[in-house]
Structure formats: structure tokens, C-alpha cells
């Protein structure tokens, strides 16, 4: 199978630059086709703008999307952004590793993200009516696709626990999750999270290697993490409301799970 590793870290050295060479050795030992984007290393430019746009009109206003579109559609993007779409094309599965930064991903890969989802590659796709809003939440360009996480934290696990002080670390993750990864339509599995990285001797380690190494066994295997599908009946739409015998009871991001 094809694996796509992006890493999001500056430092080669650091735990984070160790856990993906193990990554890559695992994943092409067990036999799969791997490319990398280290962002840090290609200096990948983060901020979208209308330098993303080369071919716009420059007399007119800067629209994101709009100009999005038209230099998707008329394969006018600038090449580092197409380069990175032909590679989420090629995967059948995207791992993205990166230290939590101030309760999100570093800024290069929500730049990644933002430069590459272009209007008409992974949203503003499939038809828009009464009963169907689109091609997104389980649908999409990724559907068939899978995508993990793998995330270090400089916290104890009990920190981002159920009450824990930063918040359970499924919320903190929910807008990655199913925001960025499930809307494309990406098949998401559970995260794979390194707590107090600072702590990491050779014994915790070895620990951590054999865990994710059997995370990286089961890539294609595992269960997804059960978010409900935008348009198989569970949601009002257009309202895009779960409908009243869906989940009584229950709000915030722990509904949209069956």
C-alpha cells in the first residue's frame, strides 16, 4: 500500500525526528511504498496567499477560494502545492506527526492543509440539494482513504484526561480529526499520542517504538473512530443538525460519534 508521512517538526534530532525514521522503516520493511513531506526541511511556505495564485487577475479583489478554484481547475497552482496533492491522491494512507503546539498543529502544517485543499480537490465538491449537502464528513476526494495522527505532548497523559486541566485530548484533536481529516472524507484512526516527551528515556522508548510499530501493523486494518456520515440520514439538511432520535441527549463533539 502507499504511505504518505508528513512530518512537522524543525529538529532531526529531536524525539519526533527519531519516531519518523522509525515510521519509514517500519512501513517500507512491511513491505509499503513510502513518500515523506518534512515540511521544516522542504521550508514549506505556510501562509496562503495570492502568490498561490500566479495566473488571478491581480486587478481584482483576492477571493481564497475563488481563486482557489479557478487555479485548480485550470492547473495554474503554483508546483509545491500540486506536487503535495498528487501525493495525498497516490496514498491510500496519510500519517501526520507533529509536537502539540499551544493545543493545535505547528502553523507549517495548518499552512500545509490550507495551501493544499483546494475549492474543487478537498471541499466544494458533489452536488448541493435537500437531501445531499455536498461530498464531505465521510464523503469526498479521500474517501477510501485513511489518515492517523501521531502527536507528542510535553504533558502527562492525566493532564489531557477527561478532567484534566488542558481538556480530554479527543476534543483538543476533534477539529483535525473530523474538521480537517474526515470532511475530505479520510477513514480517520484513533490518534497515537507520546505524553512528557522531556521524560523519554531508552526504557519508555522502547515502549513507545513497539506500540506505534504495532499502530503501524494494523494501518489498514484497524477500525476507524465511528464519526457519523454527513448525508446517510443522521443529520437535517440543510440545517446540518443531528436529527432529535439521533444521540437524545447528547451535544458537543462526542455526538457526532455513533
Known amino acids: 500500500m502507499n504511505v504518505l508521512l508528513v512530518l512537522a517538526h524543525p529538529e532531526t534530532a529531536s524525539l519526533n525526528g527519531s519516531l519518523h525514521r522509525f515510521m519509514l522503516e517500519r512501513l517500507t520493511a512491511a513491505g509499503h511504498s513510502v513518500r515523506v513531506s518534512d515540511l521544516y526541511a522542504m521550508r514549506w511556505k505556510p501562509a496562503l496567499d495570492a502568490d498561490d495564485f500566479p495566473a488571478r487577475d491581480t486587478a481584482a479583489r483576492f477571493d481564497p477560494a475563488l481563486d482557489s478554484q479557478q487555479a485548480f481547475e485550470a ?3 503554483t508546483a509545491d502545492i500540486a506536487a503535495e496533492q498528487e501525493k495525498l491522491l497516490w496514498a491510500d494512507a496519510v500519517i501526520l506527526q507533529f509536537p502539540l503546539w499551544w493545543y493545535s498543529m505547528p502553523a ?5 492543509i490550507e495551501r493544499i485543499y483546494a475549492y474543487g480537490f478537498a471541499y466544494g465538491v458533489g452536488e448541493h440539494s435537500d437531501t445531499h449537502w455536498g461530498d464531505r464528513f465521510g464523503e469526498g476526494v479521500m474517501a477510501g482513504k485513511r489518515a492517523m495522527l501521531v502527536v507528542t505532548t510535553g ?3 492525566s493532564h489531557y484526561a ?3 486541566i488542558n481538556g480530554p ?6 477539529p483535525i480529526h473530523h474538521g480537517i481529516l474526515y470532511y475530505p472524507g479520510f477513514d480517520v484512526l484513533s490518534p497515537y499520542v507520546v505524553h512528557r516527551t522531556h ?6 522508548y522502547a515502549r513507545i517504538t513497539d506500540e506505534l510499530g504495532q499502530r503501524l501493523d494494523t494501518l489498514f486494518t ?5 464519526f457519523r456520515r454527513q ?6 439538511i440543510p440545517a446540518l443538525t443531528l436529527r432529535e432520535h439521533i444521540a437524545p441527549g447528547r451535544t458537543g463533539f462526542a455526538a457526532h460519534t455513533a
Open 222 to 226: 484497524a477500525d476507524p473512530i465511528p
Open 199 to 204: 521524560k523519554v528515556d531508552e526504557a519508555a
Open 169 to 174: 485530548m479527543d476534543d483538543l484533536l476533534f
Open 108 to 112: 507549517i502544517l495548518k499552512g500545509w
Open 75 to 77: 492547473g495554474t497552482q
Open 162 to 164: 477527561p478532567r484534566g
Open 155 to 157: 504533558g502527562w497523559a
Open 231 to 236: 448525508n446517510a440520514g443522521d443529520y437535517e
